[in-house]
T-cell receptor, first 117, second 114 residues
């Protein structure tokens, strides 16, 4: 069964460092998403991406965050200068259809756990 | 405000027993409804979804869920749990027409007693 893969599974970084989380969406999917889950809290939407640009983003997704599809397979989330409160599990997801095309189902990756010290 | 409530943080059931995980939502109109499961080290796997039509939906791994509009609920059920069902279960809703902006419940951790 096709799956979304994420690397690294766990990253530990110092506050202020840049972090790049990588995702390989399902190959025929066109829409990509990042979510995060701070320990003990609910999963939160960060951003959606289609056709090489951001479709929508939440208020969490501030200027410290950016996303990119650098090639035909990877979808990355960059945090420019990490803060302690960025420690969370980050989930990538992809879908074959867009959110406004009707019933849509997202496929999630296993997550990347980021720990900021 | 839109919200999803899973009132049980943990549930412990014996292997072979029946299971019901509760989910209530607060939303202006009937949203799309989802149940996801997360096993250790695994991603969020979709168990089942409700978009429209029959309010009793069947999912993978023998799970089903029933949408009750009058109660704003979408409870997940399984008649007989297996030890491999031990995981965390998340209920989520999404507004029609914007169904990536999932609103998530806090999750219910299912523990299976041998």
């Amino acid at each position: 069964e096709p799956e979304v893969t994420q690397t690294p599974s766990h990253q530990v970084t110092q506050m202020g460092q840049e972090v790049i989380l990588r995702c390989v969406p399902i190959s025929n999917h066109l829409y990509f998403y990042w979510y995060r889950q701070i320990l003990g809290q609910k999963v939160e939407f960060l951003v959606s991406f289609y056709n090489n640009e951001i479709s929508e983003k939440s208020e969490i997704f501030d200027d410290q965050f950016s996303v990119e599809r650098p090639d035909g397979s990877n979808f990355t989330l960059k945090i420019r200068s990490t803060k302690l409160e960025d420690s969370a599990m980050y989930f990538c997801a992809s879908s074959i259809r867009g959110p406004r095309s009707g019933a849509n189902v997202l496929t999630f990756g296993a997550g990347s756990r980021l720990t900021v010290l | 405000a839109q919200s999803v409530t899973q009132p049980d943080i943990h549930i412990t059931v014996s292997e072979g027993a029946s299971l019901e995980l509760r989910c209530n939502y607060s939303y202006g109109a009937t949203p799309y409804l989802f149940w996801y499961v997360q096993s250790p080290g695994q991603g969020l796997q979709l168990l089942l979804k409700y978009f429209s039509g029959d309010t009793l939906v069947q999912g993978i791994k023998g799970f089903e869920a029933e949408f009750k509009r009058s109660q704003s609920s979408f409870n997940l059920r399984k008649p007989s749990v297996h030890w491999s069902d031990a995981a965390e279960y998340f209920c989520a809703v999404a507004p029609r027409g914007s169904n990536y902006q999932l609103i998530w419940g806090a999750g219910t951790k299912l523990i299976i007693k041998p």
